[in-house]
């Protein structure tokens, strides 16, 4: 039962390069998140989906591109990365209806930037 | 504008007595509140939420919540604190205007002592 996964775990990028984080869920929920986790802070929300072919911005989307082309898959893009998006990224998703509310978590992608 | 506020960083409480973290928040309209845990190096984990009717609200792991409009408050608690629950502890509110979107509190951490 695999649930969210998020990949890589962790990873350092140079300032100016670009990478993409991965996350896909296994429980065909409809809704998907992106939050970042800084430290001593709350979760951010980065990016959305409510479904395949639909993403809207959450509260910190500078900096970052999402897509979501299957109800699988919600990758997180970073084109130019900076070192103010060291952070520990979240991915998390959740069902429609009664249980929209109740999201479950991916286990993080730290990422550092130098 | 949704927000949620955990006032105290850090609770220290000794095994088998009684716990309480701390969540207000500041909604207009009627709040759809959380709490999730999170244990190191893992995703969150929902514990409970309130929605609407009975004030208190039990969730996974022994865990309660009491929901008290007077105060704008969402405290968490437990009759009997185990140090397996000393982790980072988050509450959270969904925004009202756009059912889609979730604010987290700073976070709290928990230490419970044998």
Redesign the interface.
Known sequence: NAGVTQTPKFRILKIGQSMTLQCTQDMNHNYMYWYRQDPGMGLKLIYYSVGAGITDKGEVPNGYNVSRSTTEDFPLRLELAAPSQTSVYFCASSSAGASQETQYFGPGTRLLVL | AQS?A?PE?QVNVAEGNPLTVKCTYSVSGNP?L?W?VQYP??????LL?Y?TGDNLVKGSYGFEAEFNKSQTSFHLKKPSALVSDSALY?C?V?AIYN?????????TKLNVKP
């Open positions: 949620v955990q960083d759809y959380f999730y190096n893992r995703g969150l984990q929902f939420k929605i988050f959270a969904r059912f889609n979107k979730f604010y987290f509190g700073s976070g």
